[in-house]
């Protein structure tokens, strides 16, 4: 399968983004999806992760109660929707895929490339 993240920009802190997951190639509801970020400096961190339906999912704790993992298979697309966002959110934004019915956190086999979330103060 093949990803393509879209939908980073500029933003002021405390504003909102949703980021879109492009799927292609291979029956998209085959895989869990997942989203990971890595800025800074910093080593690369899982964020959320959304099971093969969309009935599951998990949020790193830094997280919590202000991003949104969701999907539309029929779309072939899933979304992190960003609410309340910090100056320490910036980062290069990945998703990502592994083909699952049960598992729906790391590892991932499939990657696509960033795009980038920056939140000014």
């Known amino acids: 399968v093949q990803l393509q993240a879209y939908g980073g920009g500029l933003v002021q802190a405390g504003g909102s983004l949703r980021l879109s997951c492009a799927a292609s190639?291979?029956?998209?509801?085959?895989?869990?999806v997942g989203w990971f970020r890595q800025g800074g400096g910093k080593e690369r961190e899982f964020v959320a992760g959304i099971s093969w339906r969309g009935g599951r999912t998990s949020y790193a704790d830094s997280v919590k109660g202000r991003f949104t993992i969701s999907r539309d298979n029929a779309k072939n697309t899933a979304y992190l929707q960003m609410n309340s966002l910090k100056s320490e959110d910036t980062a290069a934004y990945y998703c990502?895929?592994?083909?699952?019915?049960?598992?729906?956190?790391?590892?991932?086999?499939?990657w696509g490339q960033g795009t980038q979330v920056t939140v000014s103060s």
């Open positions: 190639g291979r029956t998209f509801s085959n895989y869990a």
């Open positions: 990502a895929a592994r083909e699952s019915y049960s598992d729906y956190g790391p590892p991932y086999d499939y």
